[in-house]
């Protein structure tokens, strides 16, 4: 039951993706988190190196879309700044507003790969999609007060899988494509 949680692989941050390993993937999108994966939740003005890797991506064909579970003003303004499609109030981990956006768009599901830096959310989600994934540590300490709780469930196993290794690093998969 636990593996809806687990991702296709692991990487530190977002920002340590090898952009080729996109491509290797066949990716034609990339559906990110926002909150603690692309940028601190504090954060309105996207910083330089999420507007180098939107715009790398862009370059190899690849689209960022912000998947967010926060509210429509707060991805709003940083999707608007980064120059990126966006949702809000996605309802991870829950699938149901993901699989409509998927299939509203005709995306095919094989060549999307979602990043996020919660398994409960970010990850369960994904999976229920039927969606590849990464999960990524989360990049500043600080979490909105409703992330907090997820943190306490999680966070013991998670804790545990990267212990005994359970999820692959990207670099390994990439390593072996
Ligand atoms: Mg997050």
């Known amino acids: 039951m636990l593996r809806k949680f687990h991702p296709f692989c692991h990487a530190t941050s977002i920002y340590d993706i090898d952009i080729n390993f996109f491509k290797k993937l066949n990716i034609k999108y990339l559906f990110t988190d926002l909150d603690n994966t692309l940028d601190s939740y504090r954060c309105y003005d996207p910083s330089q190196r999420a507007k180098d890797l939107v715009k790398a991506l862009k370059d190899i ?84 007060w409703t992330t907090h709780i997820n943190r306490f469930f999680e966070r013991p196993y998670r804790k545990h899988c990267m212990k005994k290794h359970k999820f692959k690093e990207w670099g390994e998969i990439y390593g072996q494509s």
């Not at 995306?107 to 999307?112: A, K, R, Y």
């Open 61 to 144: 064909g690849v689209t960022t879309i912000i998947i967010s579970n926060n509210t429509g003003q707060r991805v709003k303004a940083y999707s608007e700044r980064l120059g990126v499609e966006w949702t809000h109030s996605m309802g991870k981990p829950f699938s149901r507003k993901l699989k409509a956006f998927i299939k509203e768009r005709n995306i095919n599901p094989d060549e999307v790969i979602m990043v996020g830096d919660q398994m409960i959310t970010d990850i369960r989600c994904a999976n229920g999609a039927k969606l590849k994934s990464i999960l990524t540590d989360k990049i500043v300490k600080e979490d909105q």
